[in-house]
């Protein structure tokens, strides 16, 4: 059982942005309106995620750590994948490459349980103090398992792989409280937005202010396919295509048809080594997506790549006209 922990950790848990991922996408099933990362030498030491969300009571607690122990999905749901977990192997699988503790507690406790698994080795659940919600604690990611520690990256490019992982959670879900935090860098603090400005104050948040300044909203639906977020005016561009970042259905994706879309959308405008900033959103029916890959991957696959492509060309296409370009 401790091995295949191990070995299904090697899927889930591949560095630790993953396991940033896994604990945010948590927090986020649990309802939480405010998530705070904190993470120390590349979250190789210490990665932290405390959150305001409906918490655990002890049954679940113990339920949590155990593998392909999920409560969010019944067998048959496989298809209809609409909380961002929905295989019950991430806990399991950090606990068995590290030193885990959950803290949890609900609305209706009279106090928080923790529980704690050492690499493989469980112990608790023990009584602790705190407020309702989830603080879940990884230290030493990897620290007994030299091969795996050995194929991580230095401390500072970890760092920046988290603060992408976080920085695109954030951006779709302008809702939620986000702070990140600790010795690996100066603190972002990003408060909710809600009501019509939702999307463009997190932007502004996330991007910078600059971004929001110099872009067009887009805003279109066209057989069925909405598309939403910030192109950069083609003044605004980079020298690399860092700053283009994708949604559809509120999860962050690399799709090439997309990126496709956004060059040819900006063809006639930018040229040569320069890549124009996007945020772009997009919701479709789900059937019209396989997400059926790789849960720790953000790929995709539409089902009618034409029709897409179409969208994201049009919306940015107006969007430009609009603004004079
Ligand atoms: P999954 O998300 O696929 O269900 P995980 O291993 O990520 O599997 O989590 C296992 C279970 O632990 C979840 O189904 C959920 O019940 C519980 N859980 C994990 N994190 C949190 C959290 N932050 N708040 C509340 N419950 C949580
Ligand atoms: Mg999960």
Do not use: C
């Not at 993470?39 to 959150?51: F, K, P, Q, S, V």
């Not at 590290?98 to 112990?123: M, Q």
């Not at 970042?245 to 040229?271: E, I």
Request: glycine content about 8%.
């Amino acid at each position: 059982e401790d091995l295949i922990n191990r070995i299904a950790a090697g899927e889930v848990v591949e560095r630790p942005a993953s396991v940033v991922k896994e604990l945010v996408e948590n927090s986020i099933d649990a309802g939480a309106r405010r998530i705070t990362i904190t993470t120390a030498n590349g979250g190789m030491d210490l990665i932290r995620i405390a959150d305001d969300g409906h918490g655990m009571d002890r049954d679940d607690l113990l339920l949590s750590v155990e593998r392909h122990a999920t409560s969010k999905l019944s067998a048959d749901d496989l298809d209809d994948i609409r909380t961002l977990g929905f295989r019950g192997e991430a806990l399991a699988s950090i606990g068995s490459v590290a030193r885990l503790s959950v803290a949890s507690r609900t609305a209706e406790a009279e106090s928080g349980l923790v529980l704690v698994v050492d690499n493989g080795r469980r112990s608790g659940p023990m009584p602790q103090a705190m407020n309702r919600g989830t603080v879940i604690e990884v230290k030493d990611l990897f620290a007994q398992i030299p091969a795996r520690r050995k194929f991580l990256k230095s401390a500072r490019s970890e760092t920046a792989a988290i603060t992408d992982v976080v920085k695109r959670l954030a951006m779709a879900n302008p809702a939620v409280h986000f702070v990140l935090e600790g010795s690996d860098r100066t603190a972002s603090n990003w408060p909710a937005v809600t009501g019509e400005g939702a999307l463009g104050g997190r932007l502004g948040q996330v991007m910078g202010a600059d971004f929001v300044e110099n872009a067009v909203t887009l805003a279109t639906a066209r057989h069925g396919i909405v598309v939403a977020g910030m192109a950069g005016l083609p003044t605004y561009t980079r020298a690399n295509s860092l700053s283009q970042f994708y949604f559809v259905n509120g999860r962050s994706v690399r799709d090439k048809v997309l990126v496709g879309a956004v060059r040819a959308a900006f063809a006639d405008y930018v040229f040569r080594d320069r890549f124009p900033v996007v945020a772009l959103y997009l919701a479709i029916d789900p059937a019209e997506v396989d997400v059926n890959v790789h849960p720790a991957k953000a790929e995709l696959r539409f089902r009618d790549q034409g029709a897409v492509r179409g969208a994201v060309i049009k919306a940015i296409g107006t969007a430009l006209a609009s603004a004079g370009f």
